[in-house]
């Protein structure tokens, strides 16, 4: 079988999968909605389906479109840092997006702000957080990945030391609880309008991608190879770098800081696809959509309050990922 | 044609690594820079490919100045060949070569036919087409190098430069090497610049050496000329001698013709 037959076979597989997630996670729930009265719900106007119709239409749609498209674009970015900056160990939050989103947030809970407001602190705080790390990078040195990730754990440090300080000067028992549960990560705050403008910065920078999926192998070669291959190196890298940072900040600011997916899922695609972005990034997608939608459902079904999506990320992650390794050790670990 | 002037080159201030160097290249012929180790081989080739800014001096191809040529066409004046290449193993081969087509193709588009038409081509010519589905990681050194340098020509540039391609190999997979890139650069008329610390290379390429030292090049001319125990001496010091004076025989691979 060919690799781009395997790819083919594996998306379209994938897709289905999401489908079928997506209208699961709208059905499935504390209040569970039978096939019957969800076909009634959504295809009649009914007024006997209006409590179902209100659960699934307020409620659900848009925790599941904003946990699928967070899946999405923290997949798609833990690649695209992965591959951009050579090291497979990188995630999302290389660059100080998360730690910077995380005090955004924190200060406007601190200020008591409204929900909206504080996801859209968090967002514009991930993006100044990373702006600062480019300028502080390029002090260094303008063309190295190494000073620009070095750059990124002095900034994240810095952030997580103001976090500290937020944390610390916080009431403990009303603005310190918010803080500490928003940083877990959860999708109990969705609305549509959140959905809307998340929807919109995911398909734009998806869109971008996968426009340049197959250049971006040129880039992970590295300054000299790309650049003596014939792309403009620099260009290609900082836009990359300004996609996966739009990504991460729009995702941290819906759902919180949610970890080990940008690292995890590019890692399982790549098992399947080999090393090349053309064939890894539509995999990361689909991937990256089915497990965070699963995850919600695991989040919010199983006890009466919600588990931290962090907690369901990382424990179902690092099993998946242990398993994933010890079957496919021998390409994975043979050239190091 | 290659028309290099003045070429300076510094890190630090009055500590020149590349020291008013100027000279020509014609095209269709080989060239190779022979020098110790931190004599600024890698810096000029460097600078040559656009990787390094120049301080001063031009260095100009084909009447066009490095600094205004656009990204994507310099892939037409020249492509470079590393002494190895440590990001590139979990790459198919197939994959890996195709890479070197980007500088043609629009920023939207992945190979296509045409494409992998001719990774096939010069795979066959190179004589690594039972490597072309294979993860470059698996391969030796020397086969990866010739993939390196197969995946230069793929980019049909009219310039080829080489940093001391074959400085990780054995005297096996340098001969190897060696004699493909003889015989395809002179099919295919490429320009080839080649650096490297063993003088027998620049006998075996039968090519025009510029001997360097200390960011300047001491003498240039043919080979034959040029690798003489006086010249050489210069740079390596009076102990060097011909294998013939040695009390023990020195082995060595011929070239095939």
């Known amino acids: 079988m060919s690799r781009t037959k395997k790819i083919v076979i594996f998306f379209g597989l994938s897709l289905f999968i999401l489908l079928t997630v997506f209208i699961t996670a709208l059905m499935v729930g504390r209040y569970s909605i039978s096939i019957k009265d969800f076909v009634g719900s959504i295809s009649t106007n009914d007024s ?26 923290l997949s798609v970015s833990g690649l695209l840092y992965q591959e951009t900056f050579q090291n497979k160990l990188v995630s999302p939050g290389l660059l100080g997006v998360s730690n910077g989103a995380s005090v955004g947030a924190a200060i406007a809970i601190l ?66 609880s918010s803080i500490t549960y928003w940083l877990m990560g959860s999708f109990a705050d969705s609305t549509l309008e959140k959905a809307f403008v998340i929807s919109i910065i995911v398909f734009i920078c998806i869109a971008i991608v996968l426009s340049i999926s197959w250049r971006i192998n040129i880039v992970a070669l590295g300054y000299e190879e790309a650049q003596t291959k014939g792309i403009n190196y620099r ?14 900040a729009a995702s941290v600011a819906c759902a919180g800081a949610i970890s080990w997916i940008g690292l995890i899922i590019p890692h399982i695609v790549r098992l399947i696809s080999g090393r090349n972005t053309s064939r890894s990034i539509p995999l990361c997608i689909t991937f990256g959509g089915v497990f965070m939608i699963v995850a919600d459902i695991l989040s919010r079904t199983f006890t009466g309050g919600e588990i931290p999506l962090s907690a369901i990320t990382g424990a179902f992650g690092s099993i998946i990922f242990v398993i994933l390794l010890v079957i496919k050790k021998r390409e994975v670990f043979s050239h190091d | 044609m290659i028309k290099i002037k ?44 656009g990787l390094l800014n120049l301080k001063s001096g031009t260095i100009e191809y084909y009447g066009n100045p490095i600094e205004r040529i656009p990204y994507n066409e310099r892939a037409n004046f020249f492509s470079y060949v590393s002494q190895s290449s440590s990001n590139i193993y979990d790459y198919i081969v197939r994959d890996y070569l195709s890479f070197s087509l980007v500088g043609n193709m629009k920023f939207y588009n ?94 075996f390429l039968d090519a025009t050496v510029f001997l360097m030292k200390n960011g300047k090049i001491i003498d240039y001319g043919i080979s034959k000329k040029i690798i003489t125990k006086g010249k050489l001496s210069q740079i390596y010091g009076e102990e060097i001698c011909y294998s013939e004076e040695m009390s023990y025989k020195e082995i060595s691979f011929k070239r095939k013709k």
């Open chain 1, 48 to 73: 006997i389906y209006d409590t179902q119709r209100s659960v699934i239409i307020n409620l659900r749609l848009p925790r599941t479109i904003i946990a699928g498209l967070t899946g999405i674009a």
């Open chain 1, 111 to 176: 200020l008591g702000a409204t929900n909206s407001l504080i996801s859209f602190s968090a967002f514009v705080a991930g993006i100044i957080t990373v702006i600062l790390t480019v300028i502080i990078g390029r002090l260094f040195n303008k063309s190295s990945s190494i000073s620009l990730i070095l750059a990124g754990i002095v900034i994240g440090g810095f952030m997580s030391s103001i976090m500290s300080i937020i944390k610390y000067t916080a009431d403990p028992d009303t603005t310190l």
């Open chain 1, 235 to 248: 260009f290609y890298r900082y836009l990359i770098i300004s996609i996966a940072t739009l990504l991460t």
């Open chain 2, 6 to 49: 003045n070429l300076i080159f510094e890190y630090n201030a009055n500590q020149p690594i590349i020291d008013n160097i100027s000279f020509e290249l014609k095209p269709g012929k080989i060239y190779v820079l022979l020098g110790l180790n931190g004599c600024g081989k890698t810096t000029l080739i460097k600078l040559l490919v």
């Open chain 2, 110 to 203: 992945h190979p296509k036919e045409f494409e992998m038409k001719k990774v096939q081509e010069y795979a066959s010519k190179f004589g690594i087409e039972k490597f072309l589905n294979k993860k470059l990681g698996e391969l030796s050194g020397g086969e990866r190098q010739l993939i390196s340098i197969c995946g230069a020509f793929i980019q049909s540039s009219k310039v080829i430069l080489m940093d001391e391609p074959t400085s990780a190999l054995d005297l096996k997979n340098q001969n190897i090497v060696l004699s493909k890139l003889l015989q395809i650069a002179e099919e295919e008329k490429k320009t080839i610049i080649f650096s490297t610390h063993n003088p027998n290379h620049a006998l």
